[in-house]
């Protein structure tokens, strides 16, 4: 039998349509450049365990331009992963209530981001001065 | 009925959102842009050394295990799912592919990190 001839809507480039669909799609895409990044340090542990000279040829490349160019467009999607992981959170987190009512979306929100920040200036004190 | 492994991988997504939203861009900013330019962070801060003795630690093995098995296992839950945004219907070998490649990862640093000593 033949197939009937109906209208199918053409999804190519169905992202492109909506302003809110291109943000998702740039959050998607800040996996790949987290994916690369977390290739990069394995990388590095493996030349680590190679010895000094490996390790450093490793720290090489990484001070190299394409790299550094690399490193700030993985700095801006995977922050822009952080801003909407939080902003989302009221959603995905379990159901907390305190004294009956839900806590506002704007804690677990704020509170996010707060933790974020905690966590970075964290790690930069341990990095630099520890 | 056959179970479902979205709990499994969605767990494991989820952990890795949620250190990845805490510290990925901090490491990204330490490790890829400002000790290698040595700016605000003297170089010396991933010196092989210093380097050397926080992988040689049992916490900084830790660490260095959960940052790049959660974050790769984050990703590859993102990169699978976001293929078919794209058009691309890759089914279990797309699957397998993403989730094994984040396992093999994961396999081979806690591999570097044991060859590594303590």
């Given amino acids: 039998m033949a197939q009937a001839r109906t209208y199918v809507r053409p999804m190519q480039g169905w992202w492109r349509r909506n302003p809110y669909f291109v943000r998702y799609m740039i959050r998607e895409a800040s996996s790949v450049f987290l994916a690369i990044y977390t290739l990069i340090l394995l990388v590095g542990l493996l030349r680590l365990t190679q010895g000094e000279a490996a390790y450093e040829g490793w720290r090489a490349v990484l001070g190299s331009p394409p790299s550094i160019l690399f490193h700030w467009l993985a700095l801006l999607t995977v922050g822009y992963h952080a801003y909407t992981w939080w902003k989302v959170a009221p959603k995905t987190a379990p159901d907390i209530r305190i004294g009956g009512r839900p806590l506002p979306e704007i804690a677990i929100t704020g509170g996010g981001w707060a933790a974020t920040v905690v966590a970075s200036v964290l790690v930069y004190v341990i990095v630099r001065w520890m | ?118």
């Avoid at chain 2, 842009?33 to 010396?44: D, K, L, T």
């Fill in chain 2, 1 to 118: 009925m056959k179970r479902s492994n979205e709990p499994l991988f969605w767990s494991l997504f989820g952990a890795g959102g949620v250190l990845s939203a805490l510290i990925a861009p901090v490491l990204i900013l330490i490790t890829g842009i400002i000790a290698p330019i040595g700016v605000w962070m003297p170089q010396q801060a991933l010196s092989y050394a210093r380097v050397l003795a926080f992988a040689t630690h049992w916490f900084g093995k830790l660490l260095l295990l959960a940052v790049i098995a959660l974050f790769l296992f984050h990703a590859v839950h993102r990169i699978y799912h976001g293929m078919h945004d794209i058009g691309v219907h890759g089914g279990t070998a797309a699957m397998t592919a993403c989730y094994g490649a984040a396992l093999l990862g994961t396999v081979a640093a806690a591999y570097l990190l044991l060859a590594i000593g303590f």
